[in-house]
């Protein structure tokens, strides 16, 4: 199955990182007990008759700044198309999960094509068609039906984006149910106009979308 490697921190992450360390550092500074002036210097009084020189207040921290902090600036794409493109990846899962037994052969890989590039839907129309996965799909009458979820955003890059997608299936084997969830690594690539999947791993193999990786023909 293709797959997606590398392990170069994304420019988009590491200018977060220190734009969040940059508001940490300035929401955290104030004037030190120690800069404060100490008024029984000059009063010349001193033991136990010396006057108690009040602190001075330090502001609110919620006051060191009243702009907004907008994530969306420091990524690659608008917020309504990082949402579309989770979308795209969450009904992927959900079909990718979903078929019959008795159903045509290639409705289910067709349904795949839908949201895949031109390589991954091959890829997964030779699985589908295997005689191995079909005898056996039959011998068991498996009815398998999968809702999706987006759990988590692994990485975000001009050139794919990741999530980590969780499926919720529910298996019928010879009429007995079995419920079942899983997570997976989606990787969608820029085709044309629209994102498509690229690949799809457990999201245990620690898939990290590398664009170095992706073929030439799906940017």
Known sequence: MPQIAGDRRKLVFVALVAVLAVVGIYLT???????????TRESGVSGDDRPVAAPTPRPPLAT???????I?????MSKEELAATADVARRFVAAYGTF???EEQDAYADRLKNFTTTELGSYLARGVAAPGMIEQNVAEQRISESTATVKSIRQVDQNSVIFVVTANR?????NVPSQSSEDFAVTLVPVGGDWRVHDVQPATDGQEGDPASVPEGVR
């Open 100 to 102: 019959r037994f008795d």
């Open 170 to 174: 529910r298996v019928t084997v010879r």
């Open 64 to 70: 060191a700044s009243n702009a907004p902090f907008d």
């Open 72 to 76: 969306y600036s420091y990524l690659p």
């Open 29 to 39: 500074m104030g004037p030190s007990p120690d800069d404060s002036p100490d008024d």
